[in-house]
């Protein structure tokens, strides 16, 4: 196994015992459906010139609310479950290699 592999073991097998839902859901959130949803918002206020209400008004905060609230189920939730069974899927294969190299040297 190269540096890179033992690095990835080393460094997941501490992360996973220090996994939070919440926090990766929350940093997802924050860092992609927010920007996300403003810029659909965006587009469809100012370059599609959707005005059934105005844009400062509490039909468009709840319009917006509802989008954020989607985006975040579905972007946030499969993002977290993508990225734990993805590095976790890794881990295990690592581990396997790694336990099969120790095999072939005793």
Same mark, same amino acid.
């Given at each position: 196994?190269?540096?890179?592999? +033992?690095?990835? +073991?080393?460094?997941?097998?501490?992360?996973?015992?220090?996994?939070?839902?919440?926090?990766?859901?929350?940093?997802?959130?924050?860092?992609?459906?927010?920007?996300?949803?403003?810029?659909?918002?965006?587009?469809?206020?100012?370059?599609?010139?959707?005005?059934?209400?105005?844009?400062?008004?509490?039909?468009?905060?709840?319009?917006?609310?509802?989008?954020?609230?989607?985006?975040? +189920?579905?972007?946030?939730?499969?993002?977290?479950?993508?990225?734990?069974?993805?590095?976790? +899927?890794?881990?295990?294969?690592?581990?396997?290699?790694?336990?099969?190299?120790?095999?072939?040297?005793?």
């Amino acid at each position: 196994m190269d540096a890179e592999e +033992l690095a990835f +073991l080393k460094d997941w097998e501490v992360r996973r015992k220090r996994w939070s839902w919440g926090k990766v859901f929350f940093n997802t959130v924050l860092y992609a459906v927010v920007p996300m949803v403003l810029t659909i918002d965006f587009i469809n206020f100012f370059i599609i010139a959707d005005t059934n209400f105005g844009f400062f008004s509490w039909e468009h905060l709840w319009e917006f609310i509802k989008t954020l609230f989607i985006f975040s +189920l579905i972007i946030g939730s499969s993002f977290g479950v993508f990225y734990w069974y993805s590095n976790e +899927l890794k881990f295990q294969r690592l581990t396997r290699k790694q336990e099969k190299e120790k095999k072939n040297t005793h």
